[in-house]
């Protein structure tokens, strides 16, 4: 059996005269683990892959309907396929031949990119997350080997990606595409999420909580993925692809090289970062991590407050989802002007953008389609609040802020203020972005400027609904909080994408964002707010009355 060298306690037993941790020492107990992480994720996890599967499913058919010839997919080239956002974004469209090859360059680098960054997330809440609340150390009181909890978000998460290439494949398969192109195709999903997961291992064991590890793991992907942007635009640095495994994943080149050895680059760096951070975690006390946080003082005159505490905790991450979805704005703001240069050449733009938006001038139709989606991504923060909050309560430290005399409502309220105040920040801060790209173009400050932040901040009332349904989950059955991904998922299919599958009416009305006022292609109403928003109050209500009947979970 192979021997481990290990350091830190490991080692420290080692010297006391203890057998040398074989690799199966060290693995033990890591089935049973991955049993109860298939378990808790039995959720979450097939919303993933549904979600990555149903976007490229989604894309496919409006492809289909809108390119199906190859003089429309021709046009799509000599459009949107040699305009430089189009490149930084999707990079270059060089395979028309087919409806499957164009769906690939219209969504598969994007949800490649979602995919390995699922898979980050997956790896460090079953490594960082579990030591950081302090359930891996009952864990590892058990006979549980040292590297089992690592071994176990590796799997889990290298699983979901292999799984999800091989469903991408295969789905492309079923619709008559070439089989090679197709495997190629889905082994870019199992390629990046392969990378992600090795990138997630080690970033789970730099940091020492989840959010630091999450968003290196996160900010080193997308990096990767703008470094790829950079090299399609500018011939000069094509070297760029090289320097991150999102242009390894390009170089793959389905419907055309259909390359491995990309995938190979991605597989050996998975084997070395999992190799690296299992070293790291022999090495090293439980809790601990190579960047150690800077301790906090005695004592403090500002954190007197669930308000305080609150917004301590949950302030970095309503920053990090505004200025992440305003950076995307600004990029749209600079194309709302050649939105009719690009489309206004093709009808079967011209029909996409409205099914998306609705009828009217282009440019608003385009705006009104993105902010759409930024409502999407505004109930999408909501669901991450409410889930921190239900972090809070299993942890244990609910019970304690509750112990010292703090009331139920002033203590959900605390959580509530933030979630509200994310809500409307990623869609103010989204349309201000968006409208400074556009006016930085276009010259018209004011109009520029209104008609973004109005087309934004109408969303705030619909996703206010998707954060008070979520609320209710958590008040009622906090178990079910994780649910609030598939209410995420449903109004962004029936509601934003409704039209483009052709769905009923009555079924598109299901969605709160159907409701909103498409501003600034019509005028603003206030009825239909003043009723998304008695709502979104009414379900608020609701949360509060089960938040104060039922019993608090502690750790």
């Not at 378990?39 to 390119?67: E, G, H, I, Q």
């Not at 150690?292 to 005159?301: E, I, T, Y």
């Not at 194309?335 to 009217?360: C, F, H, K, N, T």
């Amino acid at each position: 059996m192979t021997a481990l060298a290990p350091a830190g306690p490991e080692a420290a037993a080692l010297r006391a005269g203890a057998p040398p941790l074989s690799l199966r020492r060290a693995l033990a107990g890591t089935g049973a683990l991955v049993r109860l992480a298939l378990r808790r994720d039995r959720v979450v996890l097939p919303v993933y892959v549904v979600v990555v599967l149903l976007m490229v499913a989604v894309t496919y058919s409006s492809v289909a309907t809108v390119y199906g010839t190859q003089a429309e997919r021709d046009d799509l080239a000599a459009s949107m396929g040699a305009n430089s956002a189009f490149l930084a974004l999707l990079g270059p469209l060089e395979h028309t031949g087919s409806v499957a090859s164009t769906t690939a360059w219209r969504v598969g680098l994007f949800m490649i990119l979602v995919l390995g960054v699922l898979a980050v997330l997956t790896v460090v809440r079953h490594t960082r997350k579990e030591e950081e609340t302090g359930r891996l150390e009952l864990v590892r009181a058990a006979r549980v080997g040292p590297l089992a909890p690592l071994a176990t978000g590796v799997l889990v998460a290298a699983g979901m990606s292999v799984l999800t290439g091989a469903l991408m494949a295969a789905m492309f398969v079923g619709q008559g595409a070439d089989g090679a192109s197709s495997v190629a195709f889905g082994l870019q999903f199992a390629a990046l999420g392969l990378a992600g997961t090795g990138i997630g291992a080690v970033c789970a064991q730099v940091a020492t909580s989840s959010r630091t590890a999450n968003t290196i793991g996160v900010l080193l992907l997308v990096a990767g993925y703008a470094l790829r942007g950079v090299a399609d635009i500018e011939p000069s640095a094509d070297w760029l692809h090289w320097v991150s495994p999102v242009g390894w994943v390009q170089e793959i080149d389905p419907f055309g090289a259909n390359a491995v050895g990309p995938a190979l680059l991605c597989l050996a760096l998975f084997v070395v970062c999992v190799a690296v951070a299992a070293r790291t975690s022999l090495g090293r006390d439980l809790g601990a991590g190579l960047v150690q946080p800077r301790p906090g003082p005695a004592g403090s005159a500002s954190l007197t407050s669930p308000l305080a505490i609150a917004r301590r905790l949950q302030l970095p991450g309503v920053a990090s989802w505004a200025l992440g979805v305003g950076a995307y704005c600004l990029l749209v703001g600079f194309l709302l002007d050649s939105v009719d240069d690009i489309a206004g050449s093709s009808p079967q733009m011209q029909q996409i953008i409205e099914q998306l938006g609705g009828a009217g001038a282009l440019a608003q139709v385009f705006q009104v389609a993105i902010m759409g989606f930024v409502g999407i991504a505004a109930a999408a923060f909501a669901v991450t609040s409410v889930s921190r909050l239900h972090a809070e309560e299993t942890s244990g430290r609910a019970e304690l802020v509750l112990a010292t005399g703090v009331s139920r409502p002033r203590y959900l309220s605390a959580s509530v203020v933030m979630t509200v105040a994310g809500v409307v920040a990623v869609p103010l801060w989204s349309g201000l972005m968006m409208g400074l790209g556009h006016a930085l173009v276009s010259g018209g400050w004011g109009s520029a400027f209104a008609d973004a932040v109005g087309a934004g901040l109408v969303q705030v009332p619909a996703a206010l609904v998707v954060a008070g349904l979520v609320l209710v989950l958590y008040g009622w059955w906090p178990r079910l909080v994780a649910l609030g991904w598939g209410v995420v998922t449903l109004v962004l299919v029936v509601g934003q994408l409704g039209e483009l599958l052709g769905l009923p009416q009555w079924v598109r009305d299901l969605s709160p964002f159907t409701h909103v006022p498409q501003v600034p292609l019509d005028p603003f109403a206030l009825g239909p707010v003043l009723a998304l928003t008695a709502v979104a109050a009414a379900l608020f209500a609701v949360a509060y009355v089960g938040f104060g009947r039922r019993d608090v979970t502690g750790a």
